[in-house]
T-cell receptor, first 117, second 114 residues
Framework: AQKITQTQPGMFVQEKEAVTLDCTYD???????LFWYKQPSSGEMIFLIY??????QNATEGRYSLNFQKARKSANLVISASQLGDSAMYFC??????????????FGSGTQLTVLP | EAQVTQNPRYLITVTGKKLTVTCSQN?????MSWYRQDPGLGLRQIYY???????DKGDVPEGYKVSRKEKRNFPLILESPSPNQTSLYFC?????????????FGSGTQLSVL
């Protein structure tokens, strides 16, 4: 069964600095997708970025980039130039894509990021 | 506006009283799913649906039912709620465009079972 591990329950970063949120995953399936979601205090879940296991390049979306290291099974989220509005809970998730897989999305336990002024 | 709509936003109920949390999406997505979020555990999938009349169990299906009679609606039913079902619930639908997957979440339902 697949598993997602986020080892940082909480992180602090100074405004305008970059921050890396860690995520490691465990699966023996070669075909999977990795996701990051943001959950502000208001509660809604916001999609940030997606990385396919066969993608050659690391995914980027504006200030978000995904540092994908397949051999290490890590998919860290990098937020550049942090803003106060980035303070939120961040979840890493994985879904198996190959046929016959359970198709369910597995989430990590989350990292609470606080951006300091 | 593309969105997933969940209702109600907050719900307090008592043990054993049947309840339904509604979920509707206006994006014509085939795939929909339900999650519960508990502190320290992240989100865990309850049920998912690949299309109309096709549903399957996720990681934590016990105590829940779902139905998918129409593409846009995917209600979550608790026939006899218990206090351990107190949680934050999210409905989601999924799109796949140009090889990129994206989940669209509802705004969540905070359920308290007394």
């Amino acid at each position: 069964a697949q598993k997602i591990t986020q080892t940082q329950p909480g992180m602090f970063v100074q405004e305008k600095e970059a921050v890396t949120l860690d995520c490691t995953y465990d699966t023996s399936d070669p075909s999977y997708g990795l996701f990051w979601y943001k959950q502000p205090s208001s509660g809604e879940m916001i999609f940030l970025i997606y990385q396919g296991s066969y993608d050659q390049q690391n995914a980027t979306e504006g200030r978000y980039s995904l540092n994908f290291q397949k051999a290490r099974k890590s998919a860290n989220l990098v937020i550049s130039a942090s803003q106060l509005g980035d303070s939120a809970m961040y979840f890493c998730a994985m879904r198996l894509i190959s046929s016959g897989s359970a198709r369910q999305l597995t989430f990590g336990s989350g990292t609470q990021l606080t951006v300091l002024p | 506006e593309a969105q997933v709509t969940q209702n109600p936003r907050y719900l307090i109920t008592v043990t054993g009283k049947k309840l339904t949390v509604t979920c509707s999406q206006n994006m014509n997505h085939e795939y929909m799913s339900w999650y519960r979020q508990d502190p320290g555990l992240g989100l865990r999938q309850i049920y998912y649906s690949m299309n109309v009349e096709v549903t399957d169990k996720g990681d934590v299906p016990e105590g829940y039912k779902v139905s998918r009679k129409e593409k846009r609606n995917f209600p979550l039913i608790l026939e006899s709620p218990s206090p351990n079902q107190t949680s934050l619930y999210f409905c989601a639908s999924r799109s796949i465009e140009q090889g990129e997957e994206k989940l669209f979440f509802g705004s969540g339902t905070q359920l308290s079972v007394l």
